[in-house]
């Protein structure tokens, strides 16, 4: 029996049809032919991607808000903006029900582990899905079968400035919406985008080793929204795919995760495999997709025209072996308040102030071959989004300056998904755990004579933080694993 056409698959299944399964979209889409090329946006092809994006950006601007291949269908997919709710915003774009309403019903608000009780290992699939279908569109649109997405390598010292054409006022990929550095041709800060997540060993957290979803969600992805966008652009979840510098930023994002996986490292396996999620193709048919469909991207037909090296596993990691040495004081209270200056916080034996504990030079001198030392800063929340990342320093001397080429950083943390979507009158988000890897800089600090009996962290505010957000930490420990 000959296979239907795609023209009489989606003849069947509109958007308010059932779901067509992924398996039989990309048999029927012309994904089944050659593989494409994402490229990095300054290279030659890329230029000519950007050129292509931006005729795409404003033609699905001009499209009709209610179709989902539209600008803010797309943008919707992440968050509604800010200003509204998404009940609001589908009767006021559909006044009464549609098969394009449905749609969005399903679709709209769906971005996964930036919300309330969201499963924080399906923010790589969820991403990479909304990058690839969103891609599909732009072909559609552009009427060009081998446009692929840039992406955008603020880790590279070459290109960690914001891609020219983006800052080029009156272009569709321009926004006015962006903080003064990204929009006036400044680079990303190096620690802000250091790759520290590929030395993950594991996808999900293990004891205090974070895991690489977390630590790429938590750490660089954070720090590229919050250094971008301010409260109505990327530094707001309801805001974020407002600015088409968004898409470049996800595929990049999309990109560590496949270089991760190239080098050796593993994506979770059972019932993660299986959670699956709606989206709308090209011809505005509803789609679904599992995780399973979409773990390793030579699935998807696409490859990147470079990946970025993985270190190698040093040792096994050993969760059920972790120690707490160092706790927050009873004296810092149930959470420690960050304010507009640097906050220090002294650090004592997990046992007690009268407890008897080697020094941590002595335990970092004795520290066994395969364990680490990690500064965990639990449970942080804001009530709304600071709008500035954090820089962390371990025993920085009183007096001695803050500043991320100090032998006293130990790594930047920030709140881009720590505080509601809608707001603290919308509800609490789950708190965010940080765990930086220090054994490098305190064993250096150590071998220098620069620990001292009792060592703190200062907590420093990277400019001015929003007064409203009110950011907490739960508490700090020093863990050995």
Known sequence: MPRPTRRAVLAGLGAGAAAIPFDRWLAERAWAGPARVRYEATSPQGQQMVTKYATAVQKMMQTAEGKPCSWTFQWYTHWTKGSTTKAAELTRIYPQATPDKALAQDMWDTCQAHGPGEDENMFLPWHRMFVFYFEDIIRTVLNDAAFTLPYWNYSAAATRAMPAPFRASGSPLFRTSRNAGPNGGQGIPT????????????????????????????????????????????GQIPWAAYDPIFWMHHCNIDRLWASWNKGGRANPTGAWLQQGFTFA???????????????????????????????????PVRPAAAVVHLA???????????GAGPVRVALQPA?????????????LAALPAGRSLYLVLENAMADAQPGVVYDVYLDLPQGAAATPASPYFAGTINFFAAAHPMGAAAGAMPA?????????????????GQLTGTPSVTIVPAGQPDAAARPVIGAVRLVEQ
């Open 191 to 234: 620690n802000q985008v250091a790759l520290t997540a590929l030395q993950q060993a594991s996808y999900g957290p293990q004891g205090a080793a974070q895991g690489f979803c977390a630590t790429l969600d938590f750490g660089l992805h954070g720090n590229v929204h919050v250094w971008v966008g301010n409260s109505q652009g990327m």
């Open 281 to 315: 193709d090209a011809q505005c048919a509803k789609v679904t997709a599992k995780v399973g469909d979409v773990d390793d991207i030579a699935k998807l037909n696409y490859s990147y025209d470079r990946l970025e090296p993985v270190p190698a596993i040093r040792e």
């Open 351 to 363: 046992g007690g102030a009268g407890a008897a504990a080697p020094r941590l030079s002595t335990r």
């Open 432 to 448: 965010r755990t940080f765990s930086l890897d220090v054994t490098g800089m305190a064993k250096g600090l150590a071998a220098r």
């Open 328 to 338: 927050t004081p009873a004296a810092a209270g149930p959470s420690i308040a960050l």
